[in-house]
């Protein structure tokens, strides 16, 4: 079974300032994906990350994927309130269609 | 066009009961996929469809879950004898095929009092 272990658990910075979450696997991501979730939402995409050492950006978000293909940071610059919401890791594991999800950053920006 | 709908969105019941959460994926999608979110965490698979059959129901957690596609669109996840520890929110998704991006509706939020 793949364990995604993501960190911090929940962020509150001021708006303006930049930050940085972490998701690390048991195994080796197959498919890597990032979602954010809002408040009565469903998660939606924000990228997939493939190949080891790719650097994906998304206006302000920086995507890093590690060489080892087995940890992945996601940079905001300047973070908005915006921003504000759940930022998921997940996983096609071993290729399968589920997915499987990190616990999750939950990031607050303050105006 | 429409995204993921889900009905209800709230859905209060009480220990023992049974429900029905509804699933109306985006028209076209032949893949729909069940997850549950409980508090504070990331989305737990369920079940996935491939036009009507379960392609994988690993993620049911016992025999009191179970979904249906009858006719390859809609999808019901039902849930017997329901105990507290189901209370969660329960998320479809749907995507072109099996390989594609999957696409969340907001959710049913269950609570068994």
């Known amino acids: 079974t793949q364990l995604l272990e993501q960190s911090p658990q929940f962020l509150s910075i001021q708006e303006g300032e930049n930050l940085t979450v972490y998701c690390n696997s048991s195994?080796?991501?197959?498919?890597l994906q990032w979602y954010r979730q809002e408040p009565g939402e469903g998660p939606v995409l924000l990228v997939t990350v493939v190949t080891g050492g790719e650097v994906k950006k998304l206006k302000r978000l920086t995507f890093q994927f590690g060489d080892a293909r087995k940890d992945s940071s996601l940079h905001i610059t300047a973070a908005q309130p915006g921003d504000t919401g759940l930022y998921l890791c997940a996983d096609r594991f071993q290729g399968a269609q589920k997915l499987v999800f990190g616990q999750g950053t939950r990031l607050t920006i303050n105006p | 066009g429409a995204g993921v709908s889900q009905t209800p969105s709230n859905k209060v019941t009480e220990k023992g009961k049974y429900v029905e959460l509804r699933c109306d994926p985006i028209s076209g999608h032949t893949a729909l996929y069940w997850y549950r979110q409980s508090l504070g965490q990331g989305p737990e698979f369920l079940i996935y469809?491939?036009?009507?059959?379960?392609?994988?129901d690993s993620g049911l957690p016992n025999d009191r879950f179970f979904a249906v596609r009858p006719e390859g669109s809609v999808s019901t996840l039902k849930i017997q004898r329901t105990e507290r520890g189901d209370s969660a929110v329960y998320l479809c998704?749907?995507?072109?095929?099996?390989?594609?991006?999957?696409?969340f509706g907001p959710g049913t939020r269950l609570t068994v009092l």
């Open positions: 998704a749907s995507s072109l095929s099996s390989d594609n991006e999957q696409f």
């Open positions: 195994s080796v991501f197959s498919s």
């Open positions: 469809f491939q036009g009507t059959g379960a392609a994988d």
